[in-house]
């Protein structure tokens, strides 16, 4: 049985991500190691599957198809800059949300409780906060985290543009040498 490395989430219109690179250009700084997200690979995750059984995804579309119908599309503006567990120490680059927070948290929550209750998934035990993740740091010198954390500061407001989300995607995840790529496997509209 082959197993495949799974998770849900949604993808963001191409003047996000566009937008998003730009932003990855002006926050890459000397002394500081980043994983930069790819535009082409950046979205916001709803829920991390892990690796399950080939077998599985069928039943996993249908759940989370039932779970999305029920949630009606809505917009996002993805807007602000920051970094986990702070702008001082950031570990993991983000930009932010403005609008469509809880609309996000209740998509969430429906496919979280949809696979619970239907397919034994466990649900998430912090509380979703939704971002879109466009850099990892690996490590710095002092310097060079300072300079990043002060760049964190200076476009704490940055407009990344409006988002429509009119669905929810369940991907497959490939590690490789160059990083990870993805490929969908379901796509499950919203309501209509």
Not at 13 to 28: C, D, F, H, M
Request: glycine letters at 8%.
């Amino acid at each position: 049985m082959q197993r495949i490395r799974s998770f849900i989430a949604v993808e963001l219109a191409s003047s996000v991500t566009k937008r998003a690179k730009q932003l990855i250009e002006k926050l890459k700084t000397e002394g500081v190691d980043v994983n930069w997200v790819q535009p082409t690979q950046m979205h916001l995750t709803l829920k991390f599957l892990g690796n399950v059984a080939d077998s599985e995804i069928p039943d996993i579309c249908k759940v989370v198809a039932q779970a999305t119908a029920e949630v009606e599309p809505f917009e996002i503006i993805c807007r602000g800059l920051g970094g986990f567990p702070s702008s001082a120490e950031a570990r993991t680059l983000w930009i932010g949300l403005e609008q469509g927070n809880d609309e996000l948290r209740e998509l969430q929550a429906a496919i979280d409780t949809a696979l619970s209750n239907q397919l034994g998934f466990a649900k998430e035990q912090r509380g979703f906060t939704p971002h879109l993740t466009i850099g990892r740091v690996k490590g710095g010198t002092p310097e060079g985290m300072a300079a990043i954390a002060t760049k964190l500061g200076e476009l704490a407001q940055f407009d990344a543009d409006l988002s429509v989300v009119e669905e929810a995607i369940i991907f497959a995840s490939f590690l490789g040498r160059s990083g990870p790529t993805y490929e969908a496997l379901a796509h499950c509209p919203l309501a209509d």
